[in-house]
């Protein structure tokens, strides 16, 4: 089992900057791949960045973004520390959502673990 917690939402305005964090426990191998995906009212939750990290030879990190987001937000993870994150940079008020955590095994599939979400508000 994986259990993640996010944090760092807030409300901004826009052009600010958020960095969220996804703290991570449970089987390290059940979250190689961690991502960020969020969901606004009335729409359907979207996908925003992933990152997979290998475990056993070849080491290699692999990540990837949605095009809306692409040299705004960077995603990054710590794993001494166990954490996840998605630093967020010039926010518009179209990045407002709740923005959910999640962790699967593999480099594709469907993501098994969730955690509850941050609200991130951009005021215009």
């Not at 958020?18 to 969020?38: E, H, I, Q, V």
């Not at 179209?94 to 962790?103: G, N, P, R």
Request: overall charge positive.
């Amino acid at each position: 089992q994986v259990q993640l917690v996010e944090s760092g939402g807030g409300s901004v305005q826009a052009g600010g900057s958020l960095r969220l964090s996804c703290a991570a426990s449970g089987s390290t191998d059940s979250r190689r791949c961690m991502g960020w995906f969020r969901q606004a009212p009335g729409k359907e939750r979207e996908w925003v960045a992933s990152i997979y990290t290998s475990i056993y030879p070849p080491y290699y990190t692999k990540s990837g973004m949605t095009n809306s987001v692409k040299g705004r937000f960077t995603i990054s993870r710590d794993n001494a520390k166990n954490t996840l994150y998605l630093q967020m940079n010039s926010l518009t008020p179209d990045d407002t959502a709740m923005y959910y955590c999640a962790a699967r095994q593999g480099l594709v599939g469907r993501f098994n673990y969730w955690g509850q979400g941050t609200q991130v508000t951009v005021s215009s």
